[in-house]
Structures are given as structure tokens and as C-alpha cells.
């Protein structure tokens, strides 16, 4: 991996943990100073007081002191006590865990110190991102956050790696960045005049679309997965949820209401369903409505007047919540004229950003199907790596890595 990735590539981009995407790695640096600040704690807190009142000093060099962070991670948390639990977000009440500080016991205190001086490297590093202009472009993103695992690691082709790794950090060799390595003269586009930054070859260029160059062998891949996904959550049956979706509050004298239910998915509200993707400019829209547009895939029953809709856009990651809004605003026509007839139609703008981050869009498309848990987990991860694939099996992909072995 560390041969396909340039020595430019900074610690932000391998060591960041609270960024875009999270690397199974951490630095050596942070390891050494979290030891160090346990090592702290630990002699600090310990009860033989033989032990606390040595006066053991724990060196770490001039430049740095793991007492004085000790500290200042725990007059942080004594304040986040005060502060007290808040949402980010579109978190609902309760669904995040908070530990107090002053609740804490020795042990937790420990494991929370060392998580607040983990969280204070993680934020210098952060900061560092904010200042460079290109590569730190992901902190705008609003997307779920991405973590590889090792074995995700070994299992991708090298070229994938680094082009993941590159595209978030926006290091590849495109025509911008080439001119400012002082590489090309012009940063412009090879195929129109605009500026070839990395967003425009990825997804913005006008006359590639044109081409048909951004549609390849991935698009067919990610069909096929959806109608896989699909036929085998047809035949699900309901499933059952012991918990509440929401806080009951029962009043006094009261009993709680039984907690079992079961919640029903969209595909099972028909027993037979039809289903169609846009392969090759193909599709057709069942006889509902007569329109000429074409959703990348549909699916629907006869019987039971249901209708699904499937959008599916591979924009770059900033743009992701507008080309949601684009998409909606697109089919909305076709949605209500649908329902007018009768028909009960849901309508799923789905966005997997062109260097293989699944938007929010994606989650809320994949429980509604009826996916949960480390199912829903890894068909949202599948569906990311086929968006990389959307881009880098087209020319302009394979245009962007050639150079980079040279
Ligand atoms: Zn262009």
C-alpha cells in the first residue's frame, strides 16, 4: 500500500479518526502519549498509596508533558459534565451514550481520559485539515463517515486503494493539480475548456457526459446487486422489533404497553412485484402514467397498486444533498401524477458519491427495504465500492492512475 501512495500524502489522510474516511492505522506519535498519560493515571489513582505518593515522574522528553495533558483532559471532561449531552444533527433524544465524569469510576476514568487525549490529537489534526484548501476539501462533506478495515484493506485491488485514498485527499494527477506541480501548463480539462479539477473529471465534465464516458461495466454491477438485494427481501417475512421507535411515557397508575410489534418493509406490502433497471437506455415504465422519463430502476405490483422508484446519482461528495433535491424535484411530477391514479408510490433519491461514499440517502433506502444491522451495513459498504467502480473503469480513470505510475 505505501508504495502506491505518494510520500506528499500527509498524516492527516492516514491517522484521522474523526474525518471522512477512518484508516484501520493510528499514528505512533498518539500511541506513545496515550501510554504515557495511562501510565499517569495509573500511578496517580492507585491505592496502594506507596505507590500514588512516590512521586514518580513520567518522562516524556521537553517538548511535551503527559501531566499537563492528564490534566487538561480532565478539566475538559469536568466541563463536559457541566455542558451536559448534546444532539448533532439529526439525533433524536437518548440515542447517544454519555458517560459523566463525576459518576465515573476509576477504571472508566481511565478509559476516558484516554479516549479525551486521543479526541485532542484527533482535533489538531483536524484543524490541519481546515487549512488546506484542496486537500481538506472533505471537511465540507456531509456524508456518513467511512472507516475501512483491515480486511476491506487486503481485499482491494492496490490501484483502488490509492485512488480512494487520493480522491479524498484530492492528490491525483488531474489536470489542476498537474499544473500546479508544474507538470502541464494549462489546468484545463482535455475534453472542453473548463478547469479540470478533480470534481469536474470525476462528475461534473459536460462533454464526458455527453460521451457516455461515465456509465460503464459498474453501473450494470450495482443493477444487479439492487436486484439481488431485492428479490431476496420479497420473500422476507416481518420482522419483529422489541424495542419502541419512540420514548413511551406512560402515566401513573398506568400499565406499559406491550412492547411486541412487528414492523412491515415496503416490499411486503405485495406479494408479487415486478422489477426493471435502466440497462441500456431500456426501461419502461409500467402502464400507470405515460412519461418519458426514466428513474434508474422501478419496481411495482399490478395487484396491490404499489410502485417503487429508484434514482440513482453518483455526484461529487460536496454535492450530494443537491443533486438529492435535483432528483426529488425531477420525479416529483411523475410521483404525484402515480399517486392520483391510485397508486401507492414511494420515491428513492439515492446518491453514492464518485469516490465511494454512500449518502445518507443510501442508509434510509436500504432499511426501508428491509435491511438491518451488519446486513444493512455491508450492502451500504457494497454499493460505496461500486460507486469507485462507476468512475475508475472508465477511461478517465484509468488516464488518472497510469500517470501515477510514472
Ligand atoms: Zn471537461
Not at 499517569?40 to 495533558?69: F, L
Not at 428491509?370 to 462507476?390: C, D, M, P, T
Amino acid at each position: 500500500m505505501a508504495g502506491k501512495v505518494p510520500p506528499s500524502f500527509t498524516s492527516i489522510g492516514l491517522y484521522i479518526r474523526s474525518g471522512q474516511l477512518q484508516l484501520p492505522k493510528s499514528s505512533v506519535v498518539e500511541k506513545f502519549k496515550i501510554a504515557k498519560c495511562r501510565l499517569v493515571m495509573t500511578i496517580r489513582d492507585s491505592k496502594d498509596r506507596k505507590v500514588s505518593q512516590a512521586g514518580i515522574e513520567i518522562q516524556t522528553g521537553r517538548k511535551w508533558s503527559a501531566e499537563e495533558v492528564v490534566e487538561n483532559a480532565e478539566s475538559s471532561l469536568k466541563l463536559r459534565d457541566i455542558i451536559g449531552n448534546h444532539c448533532i444533527g439529526r439525533q433524536c433524544l437518548g440515542t447517544s451514550h454519555f458517560q459523566q465524569w463525576n459518576k465515573a469510576n476509576i477504571k472508566e476514568k481511565r478509559d476516558m481520559g484516554q479516549k479525551a487525549t486521543r479526541e485532542r490529537e484527533d482535533e489538531v489534526r483536524k484543524s490541519r485539515g481546515v487549512e488546506l484548501g484542496a486537500q481538506g476539501a472533505w471537511t465540507k462533506w456531509e456524508l456518513p463517515q467511512r472507516r475501512l478495515t483491515w480486511a476491506e484493506v487486503w481485499r482491494m485491488e492496490p490501484y483502488r486503494i490509492s485512488f480512494f485514498l487520493l480522491s479524498v485527499y484530492d492528490t491525483l494527477p488531474t489536470p489542476t493539480n498537474l499544473c500546479l506541480f508544474g507538470l502541464k501548463e494549462d489546468p484545463l480539462c482535455k475534453l472542453c475548456v473548463e478547469r479540470g479539477t478533480l470534481s469536474h473529471i470525476l462528475s461534473g465534465c459536460k462533454t464526458a457526459l455527453t460521451q457516455g464516458r461515465y456509465i460503464g461495466g459498474g453501473m450494470t454491477m450495482f443493477y444487479r446487486r439492487l436486484h439481488r438485494q431485492w428479490t431476496k427481501n420479497v420473500q422476507k417475512r416481518p420482522r419483529r422489533i422489541n424495542k419502541p421507535s419512540s420514548i413511551a411515557f406512560v402515566k401513573r397508575g398506568e400499565k406499559t404497553p406491550t412492547m411486541k410489534e412487528t414492523r412491515e418493509t415496503i416490499l411486503q406490502l405485495a406479494h408479487t412485484w415486478e422489477f426493471q433497471v435502466d440497462l441500456g437506455k431500456r426501461l419502461q415504465f409500467p402502464q400507470v402514467v405515460y412519461t418519458t422519463l426514466r428513474p434508474d430502476a422501478v419496481l411495482w405490483s399490478t395487484k396491490s397498486k404499489k410502485l417503487i422508484m429508484v434514482a440513482l446519482s453518483v455526484p461529487w461528495e460536496e454535492n450530494c444533498e443537491i443533486a438529492y433535491e435535483r432528483k426529488r424535484a425531477k420525479y416529483q411530477d411523475l410521483l404525484d401524477s402515480c399517486k392520483e391514479k391510485g397508486w401507492q408510490t414511494w420515491l428513492y433519491p439515492i446518491e453514492v458519491g464518485c469516490g465511494g461514499f454512500p449518502a445518507q440517502s443510501v442508509w434510509k433506502f436500504i432499511t426501508a427495504i428491509g435491511l438491518s444491522g451488519n446486513e444493512r451495513k455491508r450492502a451500504v459498504k457494497k454499493l460505496g465500492e461500486e460507486g469507485i467502480l462507476l468512475v475508475v473503469d472508465e477511461t478517465r480513470g484509468y488516464e488518472l492512475e497510469t500517470k501515477l505510475e510514472k
